[in-house]
């Protein structure tokens, strides 16, 4: 049974950083593509990252060039590094294992999900 366990989340005020950490259990993750996603209150879900497991990564438009996705298959886990933080980005952010061959930013490909965690930025 796969378990995905994110950490890390919390309260960080405008233009600070947090990372989190998503902890992959039951799967062998070195093939696998990771995705990271987020949904804020009345929106949907929607695709923040991803890296394939050769370690291309792959990011929203919104987020390219302040977060940084990348991945310890030894452990195994993956990190969401977050830099430049906006009050937009305050939502609960889930990390989730792709089906193979499927679309990475469509939240369809992924088949499991962790429990997410809060991000709050501050303005």
């Known amino acids: 049974q796969v378990q995905l366990a994110e950490s890390g989340g919390g309260l960080v005020q405008a233009g600070g950083s947090l990372r989190l950490s998503c902890a992959v259990s039951?799967?062998?993750?070195?093939?696998?593509?990771m995705g990271w996603f987020r949904q804020a209150p009345g929106r949907e879900r929607e695709f923040v990252g991803a890296?394939?497991?050769?370690?291309?990564?792959d990011y929203a438009a919104s987020v390219k060039g302040r977060f940084t996705i990348s991945r310890d298959n030894a452990k195994p886990t993956v990190y969401l590094q977050m830099n430049s933080l906006k009050p937009e980005d305050t939502a609960i952010y889930y990390c989730?294992?792709?089906?193979?061959?499927?679309?990475?930013?469509?939240?369809?490909?992924?088949?499991?999900w962790g429990q997410g965690t809060q991000v709050t930025v501050s303005s």
């Open positions: 039951g799967r062998d993750m070195r093939s696998t593509t």
């Open positions: 989730a294992t792709a089906r193979a061959g499927g679309i990475a930013t469509s939240r369809h490909t992924y088949d499991n």
């Open positions: 890296i394939w497991g050769g370690g291309y990564t």
